[in-house]
């Protein structure tokens, strides 16, 4: 089995529409949508969902009002002003407390320290991780609540479960559409992968972002392949990105010319090689082959 993770230094790259094309070109596989703080695969793929289960990243404590004693205890020990007097009274105080849920960090330490057990250490629901038909295969995909934490966490889900599903159906790629950034999601997206592909743009930001992404790809030890999307929209900085390419170990370079078929493919929730052939498909198509032999190269 492989594992093909699809990253890109920053956002609005083309990264999720050059999987949606490889999706097509591939098929049948397995597509993991790790872009979970923001996820909008599902907008070309038209996922069916199969199975839906929530996702828990960690746990939030909460006083029972009812066995409160207001001995003031768990305001002491928290040190994230998470604690706060309720101005209110039980039949055990005249002032009980309360946790503030959005400064809670979940670390315990209120709960283990309450002398009369009345704070509960719960999991809290950070969102849901979904399995899915599509017309390219099985999908994994998940939404995290907005503003909530361990997305890495809900990365390895993802990914836990994408290779779950290939090993069940007996299909022999997974393809990850990962998070922008190199933070703990892209790491978590791109742990295990036989290869990178980076997916940048002709600008400074473009240029500056796709360093630190392939210098993250290369400390993990994972072959990376390059796609220049919109190519053509700035020339000079698409040398630029090409000649820093040529100072660092790229398995594979490509290039994408810009073209409104992608955006026409997108309102109908098409990939661009589902529709007619056009200038910019036949590229995708051409890289898709070259990067299919280098994924056979290194089996």
């Not at 038209?46 to 929530?54: H, N, R, S, V």
């Not at 796609?227 to 020339?235: L, Q």
């Not at 997108?266 to 052939?277: A, N």
């Not at 910019?280 to 056979?296: D, G, P, R």
């Amino acid at each position: 089995m492989k594992t093909v993770s699809v990253i890109s230094g920053k956002g609005g790259t083309g990264k999720t529409s050059l999987v949606a094309a490889f999706a097509d070109i591939w098929k049948p596989l397995v597509v993991a949508d790790c872009d979970v703080d923001a996820a909008d695969l599902h907008l070309i793929l038209a996922p069916e969902i199969i199975q839906m289960d929530d996702f828990s990243g960690g746990k939030t404590a909460v006083i029972d009002p009812e066995f409160c004693r207001g001995c003031g205890t768990c305001f002491d020990v928290c040190r994230y002003g998470a604690i706060l007097p309720l101005h209110k009274a039980n039949r055990f105080s005249e002032n009980i407390y309360e946790i503030n849920s959005l400064s809670c960090e979940g670390c315990g330490v209120c709960h283990w320290n309450c002398p009369y057990q009345a704070i509960i250490f719960e999991d809290e629901n950070n969102g849901k991780w979904f399995v899915s038909r599509t017309r390219t295969g099985p999908m994994v995909h998940a939404e995290l609540i907005p503003g909530a934490e361990n997305s890495g966490k809900l990365v390895t889900l993802v990914r836990q479960k994408a290779e779950s599903v290939a090993q069940e159906k007996k299909l022999n790629l997974i393809l990850v559409d990962g998070s922008p950034g190199i933070g703990c999601p892209v790491i978590a997206s791109l742990t295990g992968a036989d290869l990178a592909i980076v997916v940048t743009e002709p600008t400074l930001s473009g240029l500056h972002d796709c360093k630190r992404v392939i210098a993250l790809s290369l400390q993990m030890s994972i072959p990376i392949a390059v796609i220049i999307n919109k190519w053509d929209i700035n020339p000079e900085i698409t040398q630029q990105i090409n000649g820093f390419l040529d100072t660092v170990d790229c398995v594979y370079k490509g290039c994408i010319s810009y073209d409104t078929m992608i955006t026409k493919a997108q309102i109908q929730r098409k990939s661009i090689t589902e529709l007619p052939e056009s200038r910019v498909s036949s590229e995708i198509k051409e890289i898709s082959n070259a990067l299919n032999l280098i994924l056979n190269e290194h089996s």
